[in-house]
């Protein structure tokens, strides 16, 4: 797995959203040197099966909450005491469920999801698992089209990606989520409701506060605000 490092301090482990990676979702926009100046060490892997990180064909590299163990992996390797986390879209799905499995961040962050995104991967999935068997053959107007621009753009390797979405990730309990008592803030963009609610997850967690930026879903990462926000609320 390649992990992207940045700065020196207390850490703060950041998960990327699906198709993208550490360098589009956190270092090209700016947001990981905010955090790198304000006193943190941004720790960013590449999910697996994206940006530098491996991409097996074997379905048998991807077990059941695949993504939740590799990030276990990367807290014990790179921020064994105190940190922080925070993701977006799968990151923060990815996050939530660690949280839930037992991690203990001091502080997390969960940008770009609702509600509804956590208990729902099947039915979500199955719209890029459409556009990876439909790729080829999708044109402009397609509901489809502007994700599969985006992997081209990002060199997916639609084999693993498909293994990753349809064997890999897994709904967490939602009866989890009470006990996520870590200070939490749910970030998201004015016009995202591509994840379901984020004001209703931000009530459904015992210590939590919700948040905008400007922009949607796939422009809100673009934003300085983001950076901002994440950057004002891991130094309270």
């Known amino acids: 797995m390649a992990v ?10 950041l998960l990327h959203g699906l198709f993208s990676s550490a360098e589009m979702n956190w270092i090209r926009f700016g947001h990981a040197a905010k955090l790198a100046e304000a006193g943190f060490e941004a720790i960013m892997p590449d999910l697996r099966a994206h940006g530098e990180s491996a ?10 909450d695949v993504l939740v163990r590799d990030l276990d992996a990367v807290v014990r390797a790179c921020a064994p005491a105190a940190f922080d986390l925070a993701g977006f879209s799968l ?18 962050v969960l940008g770009g999801v609702g509600l509804e995104s956590l208990s729902n991967w099947d039915a979500r999935a199955a719209f890029f698992v459409d556009a990876i068997d439909r790729f080829d053959a999708i044109r402009m ?23 990753l979405l349809t064997r890999g990730v897994d709904d967490p309990p939602l009866d989890g989520l ?29 210590d ?15 934003e300085p605000a ?6 004002r609320f891991l130094s309270m």
């Open 178 to 206: 009470a006990g996520i008592t870590t200070p939490t803030l749910v970030l998201c963009g004015e016009q995202d409701r591509d994840n379901g609610s984020p004001e209703a997850l931000a009530r459904a967690l015992p």
């Open 55 to 64: 991409a097996p064909h074997d379905p048998a590299a991807y077990p059941p």
């Open 91 to 108: 990151g923060a799905r990815t996050a939530a469920s660690g949280v839930i499995a037992g991690l203990r961040p001091r502080r997390l």
């Open 4 to 13: 992207h490092r940045l700065g020196k301090g207390r850490p703060v482990v």
């Open 208 to 222: 939590a506060r919700y948040e905008t930026v400007p922009g949607s879903h796939m422009s809100s990462v673009t």
């Open 226 to 231: 983001l950076g901002e926000a994440i950057v």
């Open 141 to 163: 107007g397609d509901p489809a089209y502007f994700t599969v621009q985006f992997m081209k753009t990002m060199k997916i390797d639609r084999v693993a990606a498909h293994l």
